[in-house]
T-cell receptor, first 114, second 115 residues
Framework: DGGITQSPKYLFRKEGQNVTLSCEQNLNHDAMYWYRQDPGQGLRLIYYSQIVNDFQKGDIAEGYSVSREKKESFPLTVTSAQKNPTAFYLC?????????????FGEGSRLTVL | AQKITQTQPGMFVQEKEAVTLDCTYDTSDQSYGLFWYKQPSSGEMIFLIYQGSYDEQNATEGRYSLNFQKARKSANLVISASQLGDSAMYFCAMRAIGTGNQFYFGTGTSLTVIP
């Protein structure tokens, strides 16, 4: 079955540690995204990538980093520079450039800083 | 700039009744798509329905329909015959040709279905 796999589903981190959230898709989509969602809030774009080896900052990129070395993979690193990293993180993908293409989401990763 | 507005933070509906969730949008592009997503308490985002800016008919998918009023820039979601499982957050989103791969989301509406 085609889809997006995020791991881990739950992650606990001590302050000062970097953590990496995995996102893999087998939908052959060019575009991939990372969103952050805080309780009771909407989705805020962290980073997105339209093609391998290229990515753009979203609205809240500070304290996060990404890479796109393979079309299928778009990992997100939450660095110690992110002051309030406790949140729900959603990875998504879509076909490129068509307004008809919806976002496909993973099941999300819930990060808690202890 | 592209913008999506959902003005209803929370809504209640009686089971088996219909409910309308509001969404207005702002874009200068002529070609764009409008999407609705459902997010249950588990957190997954479920795609519900799509409406293209050039579509003359309102989109329908089972119990979901989209009331598209282009001149008013509104794309309201109508859920008919509400079920308890419809209780969730609902997000309206837009994708415009001018901004390619970017999706713009509203702040969401929390729907509670009352037995």
């Amino acid at each position: 079955d085609g889809g997006i796999t995020q791991s881990p589903k739950y992650l606990f981190r001590k302050e000062g540690q970097n953590v990496t959230l995995s996102c893999e898709q087998n939908l052959n989509h060019d575009a991939m995204y990372w969103y952050r969602q805080d309780p009771g809030q909407g989705l805020r774009l962290i980073y997105y990538s339209q093609i391998v080896n290229d990515f753009q900052k979203g609205d809240i990129a500070e304290g996060y980093s990404v890479s796109r070395e393979k079309k299928e993979s778009f990992p997100l690193t939450v660095t110690s520079a992110q002051k309030n990293p406790t949140a729900f993180y959603l990875c998504a993908s879509s076909v490129q450039g068509w307004v008809t293409g919806e976002l496909f989401f993973g099941e999300g990763s819930r990060l808690t800083v202890l | 700039a592209q913008k999506i507005t959902q003005t209803q933070p929370g809504m209640f509906v009686q089971e088996k009744e219909a409910v309308t969730l509001d969404c207005t949008y702002d874009t200068s592009d002529q070609s764009y798509g409008l999407f609705w997503y459902k997010q249950p308490s588990s957190g997954e985002m479920i795609f519900l329905i799509y409406q293209g800016s050039y579509d003359e008919q309102n989109a329908t998918e089972g119990r979901y329909s989209l009331n598209f009023q282009k001149a008013r820039k509104s794309a309201n979601l109508v859920i008919s015959a509400s079920q308890l499982g419809d209780s969730a957050m609902y997000f309206c989103a837009m994708r415009a040709i001018g901004t390619g791969n970017q999706f713009y989301f509203g702040t969401g509406t929390s729907l509670t279905v009352i037995p």
